[in-house]
């Protein structure tokens, strides 16, 4: 798949580069392209699922990959984004990236 994305791989999704509440989930199935990922509240709990969407959007670029949670820690911190590890060959989507790489006043 290229983002290292498969089934049981905990992922987030952050919205801005300093995102510091980003959606956590944990991949249930990963095809093409396209994955299905149960959503989970920053204290373990399942909330939802997030299902594929085939009208061009790929989801696999919205999340990224992260390493398994602590949920205990993550329960009692506010701004819990700084805490999530990205995995190593975790793929910084593209939007994001240029985002960072801008220089102020350009």
Not at 34 to 48: E, K, L, N, Q
Not at 72 to 78: K, R, V
Request: aromatic residues 8%.
């Amino acid at each position: 798949m290229g983002h290292g994305i498969i089934a049981g791989t905990w992922v987030a999704k952050f919205l801005t580069p300093s995102d510091d509440r980003p959606a956590l989930g944990r991949v249930v199935d990963a095809y093409d392209g396209h994955i299905t990922v149960d959503t989970y509240a920053p204290d373990g709990r399942r909330i939802g699922r997030v299902l594929p969407v085939y009208l061009g959007v790929h989801p696999t670029r919205e999340w990224v990959p992260i390493e398994p949670p602590n949920f205990i820690m993550l329960a009692n911190t506010f701004a819990y984004g700084r805490h999530l590890h990205r995995k190593p060959h975790a793929v910084i989507p593209a939007p994001i990236a240029l985002l960072m790489a801008a220089k102020p006043g350009s």
